[in-house]
């Protein structure tokens, strides 16, 4: 089972290396997915040295199987989010996430990076009549601080019952593969090192910064960021007790019927996810989801199974010709954890969200 990406995109790094010696750096970023190489990316660019250390190889893992789908959009969130956290803390969250699709696109156009990047509208439908008045809500509690949303009674893809959805505008989706690979060249260009099957064991503190140790070799740095989809450390933080993990599906089918414009995603349970997505000279539809927490008792057949069924029922003539899952962390109080690991370590700063 590979993802699409992978596919299109066999390795991020022309040439691989296994950390192997004494590295001095700024900055030493752990995690080589979306949120490690963007660290590095930004951090580059500002005229600090930077190092990434990967235990895998890049974009390998959560990154490279995710629906790539850049949206503000996170199912229906900004209700709880006004309700428990206020206004303008739900503001400040779809402001960043809105500033994100932008910068994302910005990087793209400097960099000259074709990663089949393209705006999309967004979409959280519904097919059961009592989930409509959640949906309106949601809508009045985006407007309520200024973002940008509608209630809109139909979609395009073949779906039955549609009883309507929440319409995000400009949203965007692309290629997270063909997108990093082009950040990585930039990286190496601008003087960063990248280092791939090199799993960090140790970081110690150290009196000009910390030292952070791999089988063969180590770094030296100022500063650490921890972008790992799961924090390496455990204590004193405890965030193994603070959130947990949730496997979901996709795949990728072929059609000669012609496709739906927008990404999509439900309300209900189980929760499923559409989008189309460039393959050589194909447009392929993406269907994604029907998630659980990791360690139940799934038998992948029915779990493929049920997304199969789905785009059967949308083009009679769909034929799958890809599977994949994936693992995403989720937090206690749904609000990705992106800050200093604890308190009296100013050096050190953990990302659980890709």
């Not at 006004?82 to 960099?111: H, L, P, R, W």
């Not at 009674?153 to 309507?164: D, F």
């Amino acid at each position: 089972m590979e993802s699409i990406w992978k596919k299109t995109v066999k390795n991020i790094l022309e040439e691989q290396k296994q950390l192997k010696k004494e590295y001095k750096a700024d900055v030493c970023i752990i995690g080589g997915g979306i949120t490690g190489i963007s660290s590095a990316y930004y951090l580059g660019r500002a005229g600090l040295k930077t190092v990434i250390l990967e235990r895998d190889k890049l974009a390998n893992r959560t990154t490279g199987n995710t629906t790539a789908k850049i949206t503000s959009q996170h199912g229906l969130f900004y209700k709880y989010l006004t309700e428990n956290y206020g206004k303008d803390f739900a503001k400040k969250y779809y402001n960043a996430n809105q500033e994100a699709i932008k910068n994302i696109d910005q990087i793209i156009k400097q960099e000259n990076i074709e990663c089949d990047f393209k705006y999309q509208d967004a979409y959280v439908f519904t097919q059961t009549a009592k989930e409509v008045k959640n949906i309106k809500d949601e809508v009045q509690a985006v407007k309520s601080f200024g973002g940008e949303a509608e209630f809109v009674e139909k979609i395009e893809p073949k779906l039955e019952n549609i009883q309507g959805a929440i319409k995000f505008p400009n949203q965007a989706e692309f290629n997270p593969r063909k997108y990093l690979k082009g950040l990585a060249n930039v990286i190496l260009e601008n003087g960063g090192e990248i280092y791939e099957d090199s799993r960090v064991h140790v970081i110690k503190k150290d009196v000009n910064g910390y030292r952070i140790y791999t089988d063969e070799g180590y770094v030296m740095a100022k500063y650490v960021i921890i972008a790992t989809n799961y924090p390496i450390i455990n204590v004193p933080g405890f965030y193994f007790i603070k959130m947990y993990q949730e496997t979901s599906y996709a795949i990728a089918v072929e059609t000669t019927e012609k496709l739906f414009e927008g990404m999509y995603i439900n309300a209900e349970e189980p929760r499923v996810s559409l989008r189309t997505a460039k393959y050589g000279d194909k447009e392929l539809l993406i269907v994604a989801g029907n998630d659980h927490r990791v360690g139940a008792k799934i038998d992948l057949k029915n779990a493929y199974g049920y997304l199969e069924n789905i785009a059967k029922n949308m083009y009679s003539d769909s034929k799958v010709l890809y599977k994949w899952n994936t693992q995403d962390s989720i937090t206690l109080d749904k609000i990705p954890y992106i800050r200093r690991i604890f308190k009296f370590n100013e050096g050190c700063i953990c990302s659980n969200r890709i």
